[in-house]
């Protein structure tokens, strides 16, 4: 389960009043395999940015279930590792645990709703993505009906459901936007099935907030919109582009600034104004999106990139 490699450290920044380190040991757990091309494979790349950047050490485990989350973080704080990436929502009760018995141990549980001296959080604002893909689906659409389809109602998945709604209905008022969360992070069959449900009901254009939509969208001949790594490899005919989550950036000013001994605990997050949410590349595909849909797009990002606009960060469950 464990993966551990060696290397050097990097710029970042912040603030906890810890000694300076002269090496950063950085690990990370997570929900599912990191050659998901989503959620984990983020977090694994953003973990390898951080290590190329600062020579550190890492360490990870991949597919670590809510139950084993709690040992296996007591496992690399045992081991001496510096911060701990609990990434998942899910896992932030386990940090919380954990951290109570480790005080010199710097734990970072995604999207946390609670906060300790030596627990901080780190938000996916790829809901200010997720606006514009909505966007883009209801542009796109010729039925009239997009889908959504999700791992569980965590506060960042109910965020982008509603930007994407948002955005959907921005671009048309009379768009259909169905959603299905499915109960888990990652069962691809389920998810599969969800998103086929979806299209039989009218959607043409899904958004694939998990693996297995891609799938779908393959089978059912719609168009899929990805999420968080460049997904148009898992179906080049369909995937239109990707909302792109680059969490290097972060992981490594986080790392940093424990290495400096400058970290406090706080919410992190870089979005579209710090250049982490961007759209893929088109592919090519592009030629199947009206050419003035594609142009409100564009102009919203850079709305969103100078804060002219800010993206409603709803996270109520309809």
């Given amino acids: 389960m464990f993966n551990i490699t060696k290397t050097a450290?990097?710029?970042g920044a912040l603030l906890l009043p810890h000694a300076a380190l002269a090496e950063v040991k950085i690990a990370m757990i997570l929900t599912g395999p990191i050659t998901d091309?989503?959620?984990?494979?983020?977090?694994?790349?953003?973990l390898k940015a951080a290590e190329d950047a600062l020579g550190a050490t890492i360490a990870y485990s991949e597919n670590v279930?809510?139950?084993?989350?709690?040992?296996?973080?007591r496992d690399y704080a045992s081991q001496?590792?510096?911060?701990?990436?609990?990434?998942?929502?899910?896992?932030?009760?386990?940090?919380?645990?954990?951290?109570?018995?480790?005080?010199?141990?710097v734990f970072m549980a995604a999207t946390a709703q609670e906060l300790t001296e030596n627990v901080g959080t780190y938000s996916n604002p790829d809901y200010q993505g997720a606006y514009l893909a909505g966007m883009l689906a209801a542009g796109t659409s010729k039925t009239g009906t997009v889908g959504w389809v999700g791992g569980m109602p965590a506060p960042n998945m109910l965020a982008n459901l509603n930007a994407y709604a948002a955005g959907a209905q921005?671009?048309?008022?009379?768009?259909?936007?169905?959603h299905t969360f499915i109960g888990s992070w990652f069962d691809p069959a389920k998810t599969k099935e969800a998103a086929i449900a979806q299209t039989e009901q009218g959607a043409d254009v899904l958004s694939a907030q998990g693996v297995?939509?891609?799938d779908a969208a393959i089978s059912e001949n719609v168009w899929a919109l990805g999420a968080m790594t460049d997904q148009n490899h898992l179906g080049p005919n369909v995937v239109l582009t990707s909302v792109l989550w680059d969490l290097g950036p972060l992981v490594t000013a986080v790392a940093k600034a424990v290495e400096d001994g400058t970290w406090t605990s706080q919410e992190w997050t870089y979005g579209i104004p710090e250049g982490a949410i961007k759209l893929a590349d088109f592919h090519g595909l592009d030629s199947n999106i009206p050419a003035d849909v594609l142009a409100t797009v564009n102009a919203k990002f850079d709305a969103i990139a100078a804060g002219d606009f800010i993206v409603p960060l709803d996270t109520t469950q309809h």
Wanted: no cysteine; glycine share 8%.
């Fill in 80 to 105: 001496g590792y510096d911060v701990i990436f609990a990434h998942s929502f899910s896992f932030g009760d386990a940090a919380l645990n954990v951290a109570e018995d480790f005080p010199e141990t």
């Fill in 37 to 46: 091309a989503d959620w984990n494979s983020v977090g694994y790349n953003g």
């Fill in 65 to 73: 279930t809510d139950a084993d989350a709690e040992r296996i973080l």
């Fill in 9 to 11: 450290l990097v710029a």
């Fill in 170 to 178: 921005e671009q048309n008022p009379d768009v259909n936007v169905l």
């Fill in 212 to 214: 297995g939509v891609i």
